[in-house]
């Protein structure tokens, strides 16, 4: 329940898991989380979802007590995409959009291990790439 709490006080697109030794791991996207969050039978037929009240649905969120973040990771998560620290905007936006990631590790590789220094989410790199060109909300 807390990586739901932190995506959603945040505006986040998902976390970075890391491993044991804090190497990244997965990406646990908020998309994973809603998933989650909706009863199978209303992902199977969405029109269920029309019969379910509000009051209802404040249940939903019973289903992550005592989940955690690793039980909430899809079977089939691939690892997070790594971008090096001299990596510029438009690599690092190459990068997540060939790999559809919302995210994407900043890392410093070596013979140790790989050591994280961040993460630039989707939005925040929009922001920046839309600032450096100067783009004027005029449209």
Same mark, same amino acid.
């Given at each position: 329940?807390?990586?739901?709490?932190?995506?959603?006080?945040?505006?986040?697109?998902?976390?970075?898991?890391?491993?044991?030794?804090?190497?990244?791991?997965? /990406?646990?996207?908020?998309?994973?989380? /809603?998933? /989650?969050?909706?009863?199978?039978?209303?992902?199977?037929?969405?029109?269920?979802?029309?019969?379910?009240?509000?009051?209802?649905?404040?249940?939903?969120?019973? *289903?992550?007590?005592?989940?955690?973040?690793?039980?909430?990771?899809?079977?089939?998560?691939?690892?997070?995409?790594?971008?090096?620290?001299?990596?510029?905007?438009?690599?690092?936006?190459?990068?997540?959009?060939?790999?559809?990631?919302?995210?994407? *590790?900043?890392?410093?590789?070596?013979?140790? !291990?790989?050591?994280?220094? !961040?993460? /630039?989410?989707?939005?925040?790199?929009?922001?920046?790439?839309? !600032?450096? !060109?100067?783009?004027?909300?005029?449209?």
């Amino acid at each position: 329940m807390d990586a739901a709490r932190l995506m959603a006080d945040h505006k986040l697109p998902g976390l970075l898991v890391l491993d044991e030794h804090g190497e990244p791991m997965a /990406i646990l996207p908020a998309s994973q989380m /809603i998933k /989650i969050l909706v009863p199978a039978y209303v992902v199977e037929d969405p029109t269920l979802a029309a019969v379910v009240d509000e009051k209802h649905a404040d249940r939903l969120c019973q *289903a992550l007590v005592g989940r955690r973040v690793g039980d909430c990771l899809s079977s089939k998560a691939d690892p997070p995409p790594i971008a090096d620290p001299d990596d510029t905007a438009l690599e690092v936006a190459a990068l997540m959009a060939r790999v559809r990631s919302p995210l994407v *590790a900043v890392a410093t590789k070596d013979k140790a !291990g790989t050591h994280l220094l !961040g993460v /630039i989410t989707a939005s925040h790199l929009l922001h920046e790439l839309l !600032g450096a !060109g100067g783009t004027s909300s005029s449209s």
